[in-house]
Structures are given as structure tokens and as C-alpha cells.
């Protein structure tokens, strides 16, 4: 696993808001009673900076050593651009320079007994010293503590997740496996993290991944590597053939689409898919895995390898394809910020995208509105409008163009 997604540059005062909030959340589960984080006096088993700082909190940085430090905040996200570069270098030199007090006033001092804490937890669980730096991502309604393991020189060998709500611990267990079927799968065109441990403390549900080298000089990607990886993932258990009504596929996404039926966007897609069943319901198609979400923050390109982690969303006998499309879509997203005309365009790509998959031309633009449809109903499925996320209204971008798309078949 890699560092967090990276975050807009800004945080919007609503955004700020929920992370404070989540940011006491998170140190209640993590440090339970009998631990206090409130600054009563006792035995003390960490204390963090808080990054930037506690209206706006990004990043629980370790104190007790500089070079910990120094390496919590250097593994912690991969910088945009140049001025994202450079406050990251002056943050790092802060840290190492235990100049901390001139740049970050807030601290969190967690006491009480070490064996209560996740400390004392993944230190017995994985037999070794280590230190936790803690990640505050932005509302979603799958977000989840992500725990940066760092050893006693300050080298980040492992990240943890866990899952905390319904939604959540479903995610970890299914990454969980996920990794544990990518590691016995042969892959050939990159590289995934492997399981260290998994388990159960105070009822959340435990991962912990080796983490993958994304420190190391990057090399620019290929479209042809690219869609070759992705090609790799998609035949890792095989691949099978059959019309779209008739799939094992078909059925699920109609189970799914069952359970989103009572909300406002459920009779739109509804309607969606019965319009496709009608026009494309006897297509041959060719199924295989995907990742689920490979977008640009969840990979990198090293010289001799790919790196792809973030695999809670792994799932098999899909329409081949789909991640060639969810990566153009986010990417589009990410450097126009325009959703509904990213969904456009790469519904208008989708001959391009998926014929290195040796989907059929009849079968392409079905894919592509399939793979809007299956974004759809996890969205609604998660409650994403509920948590706050960005994107969480389809109706401001994403249905628009499926019903239209859908209505022109």
C-alpha cells in the first residue's frame, strides 16, 4: 500500500469541520478508555503533531523520535507539483530539526497503558518495535483509520486499515482477501502488497499490508503497460462467455440494484438498465476480475514495475474493460475537476479504452454505460451523498449523461 490520496490543496470550511470530528472519532478507537487523549496526567504511550494543524487536520505525526517523524511525513502523500513539494520538504525539516514548536502547535498526548492502545495491538500482532502515524482523509462514507507502520529507523514497512462501521469492515475483509487470491494469482505486470496480518481488535476488522515502495524514483506510464497490467488482473482467475442477461454478472447488479430501489436515483437507474436489457441483453460479452478502483492515486510507476494498491474493491466475472473506463473517468475528474464532462468524454473514448481488451465493437458503448450504472449503485449503495463526499449527488453529474447515453442506444 501507498501513501493516502492526495487532497486538494484547499480544504473547504465544511471539510475542515468533519476531519476535526474525525479526527476525535478516530482517537477514540484507536486509544479506548482506560487511554485519555485529553492531556491527563499518566504513563505516556505516544504523543503526535498534528498536521498541519487540529482545525485542519491531515496527518498524526509521532514526536518521541526525528527521524520517525521525518519519514511519517515524507511516506505520507506523493506531491502534486512543485509548491506541494516544497512544503512537504519544509515540513520534513521541521520535524527532523525538532524546530516542530515554531511550525505546529498541536500536539495529542496519548497516556494510559501501553496494551490498550493499537500501539501495543500491531506490535504483538506483527512480534516487532514500531510506530503509528495516523492519516485523516476527507468525508466518505467508506473512509477508514489508515495507520502508517514505521520501525525504529524511521523505515515505513507497513500500512494498516481498519474497518469500523458495516460498510468499512466489509471493505477490509474483502481486501483482505482480495491480496491473499492476487499473491497466489501469478501476476506478471505488477506488483500488489502482501497480507502481514489480519484479525479482529475491539470488534473493527484489521489489515495490514507490506508496504510497497512508491518512495523510489518514478518512471512515466505507458498506455501499453497500463493496459497490460490491467489485462493481467483481468484473466488472474480466468475468463468466461455468455450474453449480458444471462451472467452471473447481470444477476448481481440486479440484486444490488434492488436494495437502492427506494431511493431517488434508484427509479433513474432502474429504468437505465431495463433499457439496456431491452437493446443489449442477448450481446455476447467476455467477463475476467478488476481492480475496482485503479485511478491515478492508487498506483505508480517505478522503471521494473507497477505498483497498484487499494484493492477493497476487487471483484471477479465483471465485463472486461471496467478498469480501463473507472481509470480514464478519475483521471479526467482529477485534472479538469469537470465530473459530468469527464463522464462524457469517456463514454466517447470507450472504442479506444476497450479494444486491447478484444471487447467486441457491439459490445463497447454497452460497456462503458454498465460500468456508469455498477458506479452508480455503489455510490447510492454507500451512502457517499450522506457522508459529505465530493461527488456524492449523482444527479450533478453522472445520471445525466447515463440516462441520456442510454436513451440515444
Request: hydrophobic content about 45%; aromatic content about 6%; glycine content about 8%.
Amino acid at each position: 500500500m501507498s501513501p493516502v490520496k492526495t487532497a486538494p490543496a484547499a480544504l473547504s470550511a465544511g471539510d475542515a469541520a468533519l476531519r476535526t470530528q474525525y479526527l476525535t472519532e478516530v482517537l477514540h478507537l484507536l486509544y479506548p478508555a482506560p487511554c485519555r487523549t485529553d492531556g491527563t496526567p499518566g504513563p505516556l504511550i505516544t504523543e503526535y503533531l498534528v498536521v498541519p494543524n487540529a482545525h485542519r487536520p491531515r496527518l498524526l505525526v509521532p514526536t518521541h523520535s526525528p527521524a520517525i517523524a521525518a519519514a511519517a511525513v515524507r511516506r505520507y502523500a506523493e506531491p502534486q507539483n512543485r509548491m506541494a513539494r516544497l512544503k512537504r520538504g519544509a515540513v520534513v525539516a521541521a520535524v527532523h530539526a525538532r524546530a516542530t514548536g515554531l511550525v505546529f502547535r498541536d500536539r495529542i498526548r496519548v497516556t494510559g497503558p501501553l496494551s490498550a492502545g493499537i500501539d501495543g495491538y500491531l506490535s504483538e500482532a506483527l512480534r516487532r518495535d514500531l510506530a503509528v502515524s495516523i492519516h485523516i482523509g476527507p468525508a466518505r462514507a467508506n473512509r477508514k483509520p489508515v495507520l502508517q507502520l514505521l520501525g525504529p529507523d524511521g523505515d515505513t514497512f507497513a500500512f494498516g486499515k481498519l474497518g469500523t462501521g458495516p460498510l468499512t469492515r466489509r471493505l477490509v475483509k474483502a481486501e483482505t482477501a482480495a491480496l491473499t487470491t492476487l499473491g497466489g494469482s501469478g501476476l506478471t505486470k505488477l506488483t500488489v502488497p502482501r497480507v502481514m496480518h489480519a484479525g479482529q481488535w475491539r470488534g473493527m476488522q484489521v489489515l495490514v499490508q507490506s508496504a510497497l515502495p512508491v518512495w523510489l524514483p518514478r518512471a512515466s506510464l505507458s498506455q501499453r503497460r497500463l493496459t497490460a497490467a490491467m489485462i493481467d488482473v483481468a484473466g488472474c482467475r480466468g475468463y468466461t462467455t455468455g450474453p449480458l442477461t444471462g451472467s452471473g454478472y447481470w444477476q448481481d447488479l440486479q440484486a444490488r440494484l434492488a436494495t437502492v430501489a427506494d431511493r431517488p436515483e434508484g427509479a433513474g437507474l432502474a429504468a437505465a438498465v431495463d433499457v439496456l436489457a431491452a437493446h443489449s441483453g442477448e450481446t455476447t460479452m467476455r467477463y475476467g476480475a478488476w481492480h475496482g478502483d485503479w485511478a491515478p492515486w492508487n498506483m505508480a510507476n517505478l522503471a521494473d514495475a507497477l505498483l497498484v494498491w487499494d484493492w477493497e474493491r476487487f471483484a471477479t466475472g465483471v465485463p472486461l474493460g471496467f478498469d480501463a473506463i473507472h481509470h480514464e473517468l478519475q483521471k479526467r475528474i482529477q485534472s479538469t475537476g469537470d465530473a459530468r464532462a469527464a463522464v462524457e468524454a469517456t463514454v466517447h473514448r470507450a472504442d479506444e479504452l476497450l479494444a486491447p481488451f478484444g471487447v467486441a465493437p457491439v459490445a463497447r458503448e454497452i460497456t462503458a454505460l454498465l460500468y456508469l450504472v455498477d458506479l452508480a449503485v455503489r455510490y447510492l449503495t454507500d451512502r457517499q451523498a450522506e457522508a459529505g463526499a465530493r461527488l456524492g449527488v449523482l444527479g450533478t453529474w453522472l445520471l445525466p449523461v447515463l440516462i441520456r447515453r442510454v436513451e440515444e442506444l
